[in-house]
């Protein structure tokens, strides 16, 4: 078997399942924000304080990769805090988050997901797989490419629109992150496209908001690494929606990697994803 190219194929939602259900008992057992807060003092691979949760969720989604692993696929991962892993091949990334949202989770606020992405090659374009496990709210979110996006199971509805006021703004924007210092530079801009905002702290499910049309769009504020976007991205266009990573002249150029290259931008209609990716430049 060329585990290199049928990576792609393996079962990954059986396995993103299985570290799923790996982290939601890790938290079942933390249930206090003074367990889930205790910090390693170190750094990961993203940038981010390595808190022991974040440790212990990462070892959890990578015995699944081993799994796999030893079955005979090939592949190399991209992890927040480890950095990139090889398992035999590049022909095929995964991109992983196993929480994204760590604040959120260290202090018991929803929402936080473990976000996984598969890829078989270096772009956002590349994506063929998407998975986001939101524990706040418990719901699954997953995307084939082609095959279109589900939220537990049950499809999400392509034709779904935005919702504007009778001034044209959108009804409501998420916008990522609330930085006060990012957003009192854009304030004024976004006052004239929205009636309200919201900053989930989690960029993975917030986008996948985006798909179930529950945003109407969302702006991230600043640059955004890979780890946190490249599963829901996947979501939110196999489910009828846009997206765009302003800095490349591809929408879907941002590399597969750990450097925060661009904001992300996404929407349910072309004109409000080029209004706010104007926003981002």
């Known amino acids: 078997m060329d585990g290199a190219t049928t990576a792609i194929g393996a079962d990954w939602l059986s396995a993103c399942r299985r570290a799923a259900e790996s ?10 924000t003074a ?60 991109v992983i988050d196993p929480i994204d949202g ?10 936080y997901a473990v976000s996984i992405a598969v890829a078989d090659g270096p772009t956002m374009a590349d994506v063929r797989f998407g998975y986001v496990y939101d524990f706040g709210a418990g719901e699954e979110w997953w995307a084939q490419a082609g095959g279109g996006a589900f939220l537990d199971d049950e499809p999400l509805e392509p034709s779904l629109g ?19 210092r990012w957003l009192a530079g ?23 908001q985006v798909a179930a049309a529950r945003f109407d769009a969302l702006l991230s504020l600043r640059n955004c690494r890979a780890v946190d976007v490249a599963a829901a991205q996947l979501v939110v266009r196999e489910a009828g929606g846009l ?16 450097t925060p290259h661009s904001p992300v931008v996404a929407a349910r209609s072309a004109d409000t994803l080029t209004d706010l990716a104007g926003l981002a430049q």
């Open 23 to 32: 982290l939601q008992q890790m938290f079942d057992e933390l249930p206090s």
């Open 35 to 94: 367990q889930r807060a205790v910090e390693t003092g170190t750094r990961g691979s993203g940038g981010d304080d390595t808190l022991v949760i974040d440790e212990a969720a990462e070892e959890l989604v990578f015995s699944e990769l081993e799994r796999l692993h030893r079955e005979g696929f090939r592949f190399r991962a991209v992890s927040e805090e480890r950095g990139e892993v090889d398992f035999g091949s590049d022909a095929v990334r995964v």
């Open 102 to 111: 760590s604040l959120n989770a260290k202090r018991r606020l929803p929402p």
């Open 162 to 180: 935005e919702r504007h006021g009778r001034d044209g703004r959108l009804e409501l924007l998420a916008v990522e992150s609330a930085d006060p």
């Open 186 to 208: 854009s304030v004024a801009e976004l006052a004239e496209r929205a009636y309200r905002l919201r900053a989930l702290g989690a960029l993975a499910p917030a986008l996948c």
């Open 243 to 258: 997206v765009t990573f302003p800095r490349f002249e591809d929408p879907l150029g941002a590399p597969l990697d750990l």
